[in-house]
T-cell receptor, first 111, second 111 residues
Framework: DTGVSQDPRHKITKRGQNVTFRCDPI?????LYWYRQTLGQGPEFLTY????????KSRLLSDRFSAERPKGSFSTLEIQRTEQGDSAMYLC?????????FGPGTRLTVL | GQNIDQPTEMTATEGAIVQINCTYQ??????LFWYQQHAGEAPTFLSY????GLEEKGRFSSFLSRSKGYSYLLLKELQMKDSASYLC????????????FGAGTQVVVTP
């Protein structure tokens, strides 16, 4: 049983650098979500894909953020010109039926 | 918009029962979810309610009253491993299934 996987698990970068995260959803799930979580808060929605189509984006997703799901399987989230405020856990979830299943997350630290 | 409120922290003794309340306001309710999250890990799905009433799953039960905008998660026969954050999340009809999370309730189980 393969769950949602994310890579890398941890990323430390300097302010101004670009970073890219990858999410591999559960194979039969065509719906994929990205969330961001900061300490002491619940996850906040960033964006949603159905197959390869990006159907919803949060206003949290500034111009520096871009997400893709080129073949409707894995997805990537890129942050350009990182800022210290981008430091957070980035969570990916894929949906089967009514339930979203989360990956282990990528913890980003921007120095 | 949505407002989701839950207590910040609760403490209970091993073997006891704890009830975590969640109140919400939403423009188009389409389901309420409870997730468990251990420190540094991803949220794991516990329960889903879309109709009024009680859903029981082993030591965990979840209740929903749509007219009151209210849910609770009941944890029975508490174990030390139940020490975690419990997240209440609401799905609304005016989105592609994204979840709006509360800030989480930190449950501390003491010996």
């Amino acid at each position: 049983d393969t769950g949602v996987s994310q890579d890398p698990r941890h990323k430390i970068t300097k302010r101004g650098q670009n970073v890219t995260f990858r999410c591999d959803p559960i194979s039969e799930h065509n719906r994929l979500y990205w969330y961001r979580q900061t300490l002491g808060q619940g996850p906040e929605f960033l964006t949603y894909f159905q197959n390869e189509a990006q159907l919803e984006k949060s206003r949290l997703l500034s111009d520096r953020f871009s997400a893709e799901r080129p073949k409707g399987s894995f997805s990537t989230l890129e942050i350009q010109r990182t800022e210290q405020g981008d430091s957070a856990m980035y969570l990916c979830a894929s949906r089967g039926g009514d339930t979203q299943y989360f990956g282990p997350g990528t913890r980003l630290t921007v120095l | 918009g949505q407002n989701i409120d839950q207590p910040t922290e609760m403490t209970a003794t091993e073997g006891a029962i704890v009830q975590i309340n969640c109140t919400y306001q939403t423009s188009g309710f389409n389901g309420l979810f409870w997730y468990q999250q251990h420190a540094g890990e991803a949220p794991t799905f516990l329960s889903y309610n879309v109709l009024d009433g009680l859903e029981e799953k082993g030591r965990f039960s979840s209740f929903l009253s749509r007219s009151k905008g209210y849910s609770y998660l009941l944890l029975k026969e508490l174990q030390m491993k139940d020490s975690a954050s419990y997240l209440c999340a609401v799905r609304s009809t005016d989105s592609w299934g994204k979840l709006q999370f509360g800030a989480g309730t930190q449950v501390v189980v003491t010996p």
